[in-house]
């Protein structure tokens, strides 16, 4: 499946995969000013069973995105206050 910039997609899944997940990842940004993919966000797991204690039938998996090589004026300031620290800023 193939998403694109600002991209919300869904799958839907007939049945019960207990002992399956599905794996999203980004691969390729079209913007060269923001194709490195964000720290530890590069991809992320979701559970494809009805037997997990979730009593709704939505999953949703964390936030996938790519960073800009050079951050916005006050970005630094945000992140402090959010308690999220680049490895380099």
Same mark, same amino acid.
């Given at each position: 499946?193939?998403?694109? =910039?600002? !991209? *919300? =997609?869904? @799958? /839907?899944?007939?049945?019960?995969?207990? &002992? *399956?997940?599905?794996?999203?990842?980004?691969?390729? !940004?079209?913007? $060269?000013?923001? #194709? *490195?993919?964000?720290? %530890? =966000?590069? !991809?992320?797991?979701?559970?494809? %069973?009805? &037997?997990?204690? @979730? +009593? #709704? %039938?939505?999953?949703?998996? #964390? +936030?996938? =995105?790519?960073?800009? $090589? /050079?951050?916005?004026?006050?970005?630094?300031?945000?992140?402090? $206050?959010?308690?999220?620290? +680049?490895? $380099?800023?």
């Amino acid at each position: 499946m193939k998403a694109y =910039f600002d !991209s *919300e =997609f869904t @799958i /839907e899944v007939v049945g019960d995969h207990e &002992n *399956e997940l599905c794996d999203v990842a980004v691969v390729h !940004s079209p913007r $060269e000013d923001c #194709n *490195e993919p964000g720290l %530890s =966000f590069d !991809s992320a797991r979701v559970v494809c %069973s009805k &037997n997990v204690g @979730i +009593p #709704n %039938s939505t999953r949703y998996a #964390n +936030p996938l =995105f790519f960073v800009k $090589e /050079e951050a916005l004026p006050g970005c630094k300031d945000v992140l402090d $206050e959010l308690g999220l620290f +680049p490895l $380099e800023f």
